[in-house]
């Protein structure tokens, strides 16, 4: 069964999509911005500020650089894998974005510290610990995630 935290994940994923559809070329940029986003993950450099850095000046890019005229299709294509990739990014923020603790014997996801609602509805999820496995177990996801350094002590 969907939490509200799938809920909320899922919404910004078909934001994303229908945004990007509709927006056309200049949500290419902003799925470009998300790889290069997580290329610099893999080379070490990730937090707010390159996120803040790369969206930014790829926002200035797509609204000052002379665009192609596309076809009304391919730019849709374009724009719906730029919003598919900013979605999923956020989605997979919103999933693994809670704290977590480190237990006997590994890691505990969610910390139990967290209030009632919001434990349970992290626990519940069918995705959340999934999606938190599969990031803390890739150090560039991770790292772009900011997973390190969050848990609760």
Not at 23 to 47: E, I, K, N
């Amino acid at each position: 069964m969907l939490t509200w935290v799938d809920l909320l994940a899922l919404f910004s994923l078909a934001l994303g999509l229908a945004l990007g559809y509709r927006g056309g070329l200049p949500w290419a940029f902003a799925g470009a911005g998300v790889l290069l986003y997580l290329l610099l993950a893999l080379l070490g450099l990730s937090g707010p500020g390159w996120a803040l850095g790369l969206g930014l000046l790829l926002g200035m890019l797509a609204k000052s650089l002379p665009l192609p005229h596309l076809s009304r299709g391919l730019e849709a294509l374009l724009g719906t894998l730029g919003g598919f990739l900013l979605g999923l990014f956020l989605a997979l923020a919103l999933w693994t974005g809670y704290p977590w603790e480190r237990a006997p014997g590994g890691l505990r996801y969610p910390a139990v510290s967290l209030p009632t609602p919001i434990y349970q509805g992290v626990s519940q999820s069918p995705f959340a610990r999934k999606v938190f496995r599969l990031a803390w177990q890739t150090p560039w996801l991770r790292k772009a995630l900011a997973l390190e350094g969050q848990h609760l002590r």
